[in-house]
């Protein structure tokens, strides 16, 4: 069969996408798909049984401790979630409307400088600060507000501020982002139309920025729900989140099995959250 100029250019055209796109699905599943498999078929061999079986995935379900692990692990990845994007948000917004463009460089900057400093580092600065002898407390004391020093650290909410005062600067980028390629004239038109300064935000300049916060709160997500330094640090023993539960199967049970178990747990739920995020931002174009 005899093909046309069009359909060999067409041919060409369908090879040399599938060339680019070749490089991609070859990282993906090498670094992807073939250790998520691997973590399943260790995940179905229970530790010193024969054979496979959902026994670990049973026996997670049926103890209290790992689901109140892996409850916990949802409820703090929440909190920072919120808490960052209330923080962040007008963060954002003051560097792109307010802060003239030549020093909008300047304070993004500004803003990226506790990521030059370790996770580990900073981990321990809110310890140090958050110490019965720490400067929150020599604060509190000296103020009079508490007659002895409280007990901040080791516990939930230490946890959550070390995570908030990371992602905060995280969802500041991409809100910031988002914010900038806001067309002004849909805002201008608005108030034209008699919509008031807060009205235009609330109907025109927050509507437009949700992609920007949908991504900060997906990449906080991913990074929050499967970081085990902060928890380790500043969260103590008391109230564990999952990653600790796996490094625990990993380094004290040595129940590989478990641990993958776990592992692809947390996957499930990044999974869930990236396909109810994914559905909800399409409903909002409609």
Known sequence: MTLTNEQRAARRSRIAGFGFALPAAAWIAVFFAAPVLMMVAVSLKPLGAS????????LFFSNAAYAKALWNSVVTTTLVVVVSLALAYPFAWVIAYRVPKSWQRLALALAIVPFWTSYVVRSYAWLLALSPSGIVNWVLVNLGLVERPLMLAYNPGATIVGFVHFFVMLNTLTIYANLVQINPRYALAAQDLGASRWRTFLMVTLPLSVPGMAVGAFLTVVLCIGDFVTPQIL?????LLLPQLVMMQIQR???LPMASTMSLLMTVVVAVVYLAMQRWLRMSRL
């Open 51 to 58: 054979g496979y079986s959902v026994a670990n995935y049973v």
């Open 235 to 239: 969260g103590g023993l008391k109230e």
């Open 253 to 255: 049970q040595l129940d």
